[in-house]
């Protein structure tokens, strides 16, 4: 049992990095990106290319940052005053032309990535024995996750943020460049996208279209969470993650831990239309 | 200081506002009134920058058009808006810092003026009551130190004690030369603040006096 509900917890990491970088794009620019679990496989991918693992946990989100600033100021910006259906097409779009560039330049099978040296043994908790790789994989997240609600809820920049998010108009009125922070704010939520792609690396088959069956998984923990709501998704991201690995190991059908997921999206739904940490849209 | 020419704005095919012409002087109390949907929040919005509108709204002489609404809070436009502009997410004393300048009121002063904002600073400032958050939505404009303040309808839903002490604010910012756009139904207390008035009506504007037969059957008063 402790042993699904760490495997969870794991799982639970990705998602919650994913949702957390996909919920913060959504607050600040009203964009739903479904490139990013594109983004997510292209991290895995770049950390192939990398010298080392290290440098793969540095660099892949700093170089994905790069690249979805330039994403959002060349193509992104422009669904500001489009239907949302052109979010969508473009978006999804992206998905793809990513997923084809990776399979013509790497193949469509899988390609193994090593545990990181001194990630490879397993540690002790008394009771338990987990993979140490594993237990650096939810340490990352918890830090992350608790790294981006401090500079959310305790500086500057997260008050204005979280000023823009809740009210783009007001905050502008009151003297806040609401538009530079946009750029940066898709470039961060890129780079964490960008970084669970490398922590997923070692763990999970690196593959075009890894991005894609997680990203499904992160929408339902997002709406679950509360579109836009960035504890929500976190809190979400995590107990879909156990959930999903309890079912896996005690219910018989594959099945229905496959649709599990969904039928917690759809029992939340009806309970609460805007998710669990969800606010009401204001009317404006 | 505040210099509005041949302003129209519409919304879609709704044209608003039709080449409305006003001035505010520095220091000067100007009050707006019209009838429900006659144009005056839209008219501040305009001046804001949150709207397009063709015409001219300038400050000192310097032409605004090309600048977006945040500079314009920069160069001294603090806007009080008609829904108080309350945000869930931020607490009181996060709303009190969102920006502030030198010249704006110290934090210590506005927890001075209004002790009910200091009981509540760390309060999300959904959290207070309607009153409050209209004392909050003053609050912010004047720790930006602005110097022409757009306020839309600050006293609605206020008690009588609250109307008084937004009113010797206003007077008190007056006395610091700020300018005030006032937009106001409530006649009475326009009278204890304004220098001159305007009614915005069919989309224009003239200027009026509080004693005006005309402006008083308009307004139904
Ligand atoms: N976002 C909008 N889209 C379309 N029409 C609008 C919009 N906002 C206001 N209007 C219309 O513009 C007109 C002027 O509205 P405005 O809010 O400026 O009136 P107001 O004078 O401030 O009224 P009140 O005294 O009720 O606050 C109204 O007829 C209103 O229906
Ligand atoms: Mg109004």
Redesign the interface.
């Known amino acids: 049992m402790a042993q699904h509900i760490f495997n969870g917890l794991v799982g639970g990491s990705f998602l919650a990095l994913v949702a957390l970088g996909l919920a913060v794009i959504f607050g600040m620019l009203r964009v739903v990106n479904f490139a990013h679990g594109a983004i997510y496989m292209l991290g895995a991918f770049l950390a192939l290319s990398m010298p080392s693992f290290w440098w793969a946990l540095i660099l892949v989100p700093l170089v994905l940052a790069a690249g979805g600033m330039v994403l959002e100021r060349t193509l992104v910006h422009r669904l500001a005053k489009l239907d949302p259906l052109y979010n969508f097409l473009l978006t999804f779009g992206l998905t793809l032309i990513f997923q084809d560039l990776v399979k013509w330049r790497f193949g469509v099978q899988s390609t193994p990535y090593p545990t990181p040296g001194g990630l490879t043994g397993s540690v002790d908790f008394g009771a338990f024995d987990f993979p140490a790789y594993r237990v650096f994989v939810l340490a990352m997240a918890a830090l992350i996750c608790f790294g981006v609600w401090f500079l959310l809820s305790r500086t500057r920049v997260g008050l204005i943020v979280r000023a823009s998010t809740e009210r783009p108009e007001l905050t502008q009125a009151l003297g806040i460049n609401v538009g530079r922070w946009v750029t940066p704010v898709f470039g961060f939520g890129c780079a964490l996208a960008g970084l669970a792609g490398v922590l997923a690396a070692p763990m999970r088959a690196v593959h075009p279209l890894m991005g894609a069956d997680l990203i499904i998984v992160v929408f339902a923990v997002v709406v679950i969470g509360g579109l836009g709501s960035i504890f929500g998704s976190v809190a979400a991201a995590f107990v879909i993650g156990v959930l999903q690995a309890l079912s896996e190991a005690y219910l018989d059908s594959a099945l229905v831990s496959q649709i599990l997921v969904y039928l917690v999206m759809a029992v939340v739904l009806l309970w609460r239309p805007s998710g669990l940490f969800g606010r009401e849209e204001s009317p404006a | 200081m505040l210099d509005i020419e041949n302003l129209s704005a519409s919304y879609g095919e709704a044209q608003v506002l039709r080449g409305v012409s006003m001035s505010a002087g520095k220091g000067e109390v100007v009050t707006l009134c019209g009838r429900n949907g006659a144009g005056k929040t839209t008219l501040l919005r305009c001046v804001?920058?949150?709207l397009p509108y063709t015409g001219r709204v300038s400050l000192d002489g310097n032409d605004l058009a090309r600048k977006?609404?945040?500079q314009?809070?920069?160069l001294g436009v603090g806007?009080v808006?008609d829904?108080r502009?309350t945000?869930?997410?931020?607490t009181v004393a996060?709303s009190l810092?969102?920006?502030v300048s030198k010249d704006g009121w110290p934090l210590q002063r506005v927890y001075d003026a209004f002790p009910n904002l200091y009981a509540r600073r760390a309060s999300a400032a959904t959290k207070l009551s309607g009153g409050e958050q209209q004392m909050l939505a003053l609050a912010?404009v004047l720790r930006?130190g602005s110097r022409l303040m757009l306020c839309d309808e600050p006293t609605e839903g206020l008690s009588p004690l609250l109307v008084e002490q937004v009113g010797a604010i206003l007077r008190q910012a007056k006395e610091h030369g700020v300018t005030v756009l006032l937009v106001e139904q409530n006649l009475h207390f326009a009278a204890t603040v304004a220098d001159k008035y305007y009614l915005l009506a069919e989309g224009e504007v003239r200027p009026t006096t509080p004693d005006d037969k005309e402006l008083l059957t308009y307004l139904g008063v």
């Open positions: 804001m920058g949150l977006a609404s945040y314009r809070a920069r806007w808006p829904d502009g945000y869930a997410t931020l996060e810092s969102l920006r912010r930006m």
